[in-house]
């Protein structure tokens, strides 16, 4: 379900330690990982040229760059999981990676039990505190599980589990009984309960709703150890990192701060790259002028020589590469009477008797842009189902203008695509009539030039297929665009070019969407979905994001703080009887202090003794008695601080324990 590679002393979980802030010299005196010169290929492609970074103890990175430049192939090199031939991945020793690298099994344990085998430390203490008899063992079990917050392990797996969508009732039902999607969730909610050193996520709100990000992205921002996150959502990248470390032309550069201050000091960048190189161009022209002008001339030649060398040691400054994003277009459609759709007291669901979404009274124009905001499983695909006409009501009504055209897109469509077909193909079966000339051309606008057009689409990436789809679906103009997660494959830069087109698009949106950035640049209403309820929220998104943490902080049932309090006291009182065990030793090394001192004590006499003026003159007998004496009692210190020391050392080790 997720990897994580075992440190030599367990670190204790989050939230045990309190949340950390750091200073810049603090994040600089303790690197967890540092990339250095690391040149990577993959058969021709060089994915990554001598890449160097570093990231220090407590960072939280988010890791952005092109689809397909290498990002998760860096990943899987942090991780082990393909080796270079070299050294050039440095990490903190004795740290412990977490991933999710695949859903949670589709066992009979319930989704907490599949969370809370993920502290395999506690698993195992618990399975020995059953059969351990011996009172030290006990005492350093008990002690352990205090230190490690075990009594709290339960309360804190649900919170988890209930962030990220799973209620008290669902928590409590077997993995089996989930879809692939939300054991990715429990697979994710297992990792972050391991809280393991070095957390790597590779696009973790892929399979999360609005809700669920915005709850990740809190958690995130306190987790009290290092993050590495590949992410195109910019919500996230903007509120759960601290610094931002880019891909770009296999070099690697870490910047502090998010990704909004991270792009705005990349265009300042490129836009110096570009005035110097501007600059450049222009001497470099003004010294050939005068060079083509005078090199035969004798009178100059000297002069010309001298340009020359100057040209040969000008650099020359590449113009600076911007990745160039295709666009997207939406054909608008022909004009239309509002209102479009019409829900009149409509009860919607798939089973008579039992509807998802009671009373439903909405109204959409054609110029509308509304989100659908509200927590899986409430009932977003049930309403967009309903008003695309894929779902007829259960009661009341749906009216829609006779003409009205509607492009629906969810991820599970990409299946539809004919893997075996390309993209040309696609758009040829759309417009048969049309020459070969007009299909090629209709392919380029969908963003499959020459170089694309003719490649099959199981050789596409997500967002290429997901590219593919939006056009098809909406090439004959449609007048309203339903948008199921549209973003889940595409790269930063596609994001942004969406938003473009659909705000250029003069027929009516809706979104489901979990990319808080695209709902809020493209819608102007919210619609809110919860509780069998579907009506207009009267907010906007920063208002339904302070409603989503509020909710999030609210307090434990009594039932939850009474058994915390409950295992804590038990807790307390095993390892208090465990403490209680070892007195015996704390006795023993006790008396032998006493009698370390009781010896040094008297030799502290002998030697006062000793030295009285004129004893070996007047008195040489006793001088020789004492001296012998003295001679024992060193031996006899000797002897008992070496049981003093011994008996100390078992004490402390045992006191330690418990």
Same mark, same amino acid.
């Given at each position: 379900?997720?990897?994580?590679?075992?440190?030599?002393?367990?670190?204790?979980?989050?939230?045990?330690?309190?949340?950390?802030?750091?200073?810049?010299?603090?994040?600089?005196?303790?690197?967890?990982?540092?990339?250095?010169?690391?040149?990577?290929?993959?058969?021709?492609?060089?994915?990554?040229?001598?890449?160097?970074?570093?990231?220090?103890?407590?960072?939280?990175?988010?890791?952005?760059?092109?689809?397909?430049?290498?990002?998760?192939?860096?990943?899987?090199?942090? +991780?082990?999981?393909?080796?270079?031939?070299?050294?050039?991945?440095? %990490?903190?020793?004795?740290?412990?990676?977490?991933?999710?690298? #695949?859903?949670?099994?589709?066992?009979?344990?319930? %989704?907490?039990? =599949?969370?809370?085998? #993920?502290?395999?430390?506690?698993?195992?203490?618990?399975?020995?505190?059953?059969?351990?008899?011996?009172?030290?063992?006990?005492?350093?079990?008990?002690?352990?599980?205090?230190?490690?917050?075990?009594?709290?392990?339960?309360?804190?797996?649900?919170?988890?589990?209930?962030?990220?969508?799973?209620?008290?009732?669902? #928590?409590?039902?077997?993995?089996?009984?989930?879809?692939?999607?939300?054991?990715?969730?429990?697979?994710?909610?297992?990792?972050?309960?391991?809280?393991?050193?070095?957390?790597?996520?590779?696009?973790?709100?892929?399979?999360?709703?609005?809700?669920?990000?915005?709850?990740?992205?809190?958690?995130?921002?306190?987790?009290?150890?290092?993050?590495? &996150?590949?992410?195109?959502?910019?919500?996230?990248?903007?509120? /759960?990192?601290?610094?931002?470390?880019?891909?770009?032309?296999?070099?690697?550069?870490?910047? /502090?701060?998010?990704?909004?201050?991270?792009?705005?000091?990349?265009?300042?960048?490129?836009? $110096?790259?570009?005035?110097?190189?501007?600059?450049?161009?222009?001497?470099?022209?003004?010294? $050939?002028?005068?060079?083509?002008?005078?090199?035969?001339?004798?009178?100059?030649?000297?002069?010309?020589?001298?340009?020359?060398?100057?040209?040969?040691?000008? !650099? =020359?400054?590449?113009?600076?590469?911007?990745?160039?994003?295709?666009?997207?277009?939406?054909?608008?459609?022909?004009?239309?009477?509002?209102?479009? &759709?019409?829900?009149?007291?409509?009860?919607?669901?798939?089973?008579?008797?039992?509807?998802?979404?009671?009373?439903?009274?909405?109204?959409?124009?054609?110029?509308?842009?509304?989100?659908?905001?509200?927590?899986?499983?409430?009932? +977003?695909?049930?309403?967009?189902?309903?008003?695309?006409?894929?779902?007829?009501?259960?009661?009341?009504?749906?009216?829609?203008?006779?003409?009205?055209?509607?492009?629906?897109?969810?991820?599970? $469509?990409?299946?539809?695509?004919?893997?075996?077909?390309?993209?040309?193909?696609?758009?040829?079966?759309? &417009?048969?009539?049309?020459?070969?000339? *007009?299909?090629?051309?209709?392919?380029?606008?969908?963003?499959?030039?020459?170089?694309?057009?003719?490649?099959?689409?199981?050789?596409?990436?997500?967002?290429?297929?997901?590219?593919?789809?939006?056009?098809? &679906?909406?090439?004959?103009?449609?007048?309203?665009?339903?948008?199921? !997660?549209?973003?889940?494959?595409?790269?930063?830069?596609?994001?942004?070019? %969406?938003?473009?087109?659909?705000?250029?698009?003069?027929?009516?949106?809706?979104?489901?969407?979990?990319?808080?950035?695209?709902?809020?640049?493209?819608?102007?209403?919210?619609?809110?979905?919860?509780?069998?309820?579907?009506?207009?929220?009267?907010?906007?998104?920063?208002?339904?994001?302070? %409603?989503?943490?509020?909710?999030?902080?609210? /307090?434990?049932?009594?039932?939850?703080?009474?058994?915390?309090?409950?295992?804590?006291?038990?807790?307390? +009182?095993?390892?208090?009887?465990?403490?209680?065990?070892?007195?015996?030793?704390?006795?023993?090394?006790?008396?032998?202090?006493?009698?370390?001192?009781?010896?040094?004590? =008297?030799?502290?006499?002998?030697?006062?003794?000793?030295? *009285?003026?004129?004893?070996?003159?007047?008195?040489?007998?006793?001088?020789?008695?004492? $001296?012998? !004496?003295?001679?024992?009692?060193?031996?006899?210190?000797?002897?008992? !601080?070496?049981?003093?020391?011994?008996?100390?050392?078992?004490? *402390?080790?045992?006191?330690?324990?418990?």
């Amino acid at each position: 379900m997720f990897s994580a590679l075992p440190a030599l002393k367990p670190p204790a979980h989050f939230p045990r330690k309190p949340v950390l802030h750091f200073s810049q010299g603090a994040l600089k005196a303790r690197l967890m990982l540092h990339i250095n010169d690391l040149t990577y290929r993959i058969e021709a492609r060089l994915l990554f040229d001598q890449a160097t970074a570093a990231i220090s103890d407590g960072w939280k990175v988010g890791f952005v760059g092109p689809n397909g430049a290498g990002k998760s192939t860096l990943l899987k090199i942090i +991780k082990g999981e393909i080796y270079t031939g070299g050294d050039e991945i440095s %990490l903190r020793k004795n740290r412990r990676i977490g991933s999710v690298e #695949q859903e949670a099994p589709a066992s009979d344990l319930s %989704l907490l039990e =599949t969370v809370l085998e #993920q502290d395999k430390e506690r698993a195992a203490l618990l399975a020995e505190a059953e059969t351990a008899s011996d009172p030290h063992r006990i005492a350093d079990i008990q002690t352990r599980l205090a230190d490690i917050d075990a009594h709290s392990a339960e309360a804190r797996a649900g919170s988890i589990l209930s962030g990220l969508g799973f209620d008290a009732a669902a #928590q409590r039902r077997p993995c089996s009984e989930f879809s692939g999607g939300w054991r990715m969730r429990v697979a994710l909610a297992g990792v972050l309960f391991s809280a393991p050193d070095l957390l790597i996520l590779d696009e973790p709100t892929n399979y999360l709703d609005l809700e669920g990000t915005i709850w990740l992205e809190t958690y995130l921002r306190r987790y009290p150890h290092t993050t590495l &996150i590949v992410s195109h959502d910019r919500a996230l990248l903007n509120n /759960a990192v601290t610094h931002i470390m880019a891909l770009e032309n296999g070099k690697l550069s870490v910047h /502090a701060g998010g990704y909004d201050l991270y792009e705005h000091r990349r265009a300042e960048a490129r836009a $110096q790259a570009e005035s110097f190189r501007v600059r450049q161009e222009t001497r470099r022209k003004h010294m $050939q002028s005068f060079v083509d002008r005078f090199r035969a001339k004798a009178s100059k030649a000297k002069q010309a020589q001298s340009r020359i060398k100057m040209l040969e040691k000008l !650099e =020359t400054v590449a113009e600076p590469i911007s990745a160039r994003t295709v666009p997207f277009h939406f054909p608008n459609p022909k004009p239309m009477a509002p209102p479009i &759709i019409r829900m009149v007291d409509a009860d919607l669901g798939y089973e008579e008797g039992k509807p998802v979404l009671k009373k439903v009274n909405l109204r959409l124009d054609n110029d509308d842009r509304i989100a659908i905001l509200g927590p899986n499983g409430e009932g +977003k695909s049930t309403l967009v189902k309903a008003l695309s006409g894929r779902l007829r009501p259960l009661s009341g009504n749906v009216y829609k203008h006779k003409k009205l055209s509607i492009a629906y897109f969810a991820q599970h $469509q990409l299946d539809e695509l004919k893997p075996k077909q390309s993209a040309y193909e696609h758009v040829r079966e759309l &417009i048969p009539d049309a020459t070969e000339a *007009e299909t090629r051309s209709a392919t380029a606008r969908l963003g499959f030039g020459p170089d694309k057009a003719d490649t099959k689409v199981e050789k596409l990436s997500g967002g290429e297929k997901a590219r593919l789809l939006l056009g098809l &679906i909406t090439y004959h103009g449609a007048h309203l665009l339903i948008l199921d !997660e549209p973003t889940n494959h595409l790269d930063i830069g596609s994001r942004e070019a %969406l938003i473009e087109a659909l705000n250029d698009f003069q027929g009516a949106v809706l979104l489901i969407t979990h990319d808080a950035h695209l709902a809020s640049s493209v819608a102007d209403r919210l619609w809110l979905v919860n509780k069998s309820k579907a009506a207009p929220y009267d907010g906007d998104l920063s208002d339904y994001r302070e %409603l989503v943490v509020a909710a999030n902080k609210t /307090a434990p049932s009594k039932d939850a703080k009474r058994q915390a309090v409950n295992a804590k006291e038990n807790a307390r +009182k095993a390892a208090a009887e465990a403490r209680a065990s070892i007195q015996p030793l704390k006795k023993a090394a006790e008396a032998a202090e006493a009698r370390v001192e009781k010896l040094n004590d =008297t030799l502290t006499r002998l030697d006062a003794a000793l030295a *009285e003026p004129g004893l070996y003159e007047t008195n040489l007998p006793r001088a020789t008695k004492l $001296q012998k !004496e003295r001679a024992a009692l060193v031996e006899a210190i000797e002897r008992a !601080e070496t049981d003093w020391l011994a008996a100390l050392e078992q004490f *402390e080790n045992a006191r330690a324990d418990a």
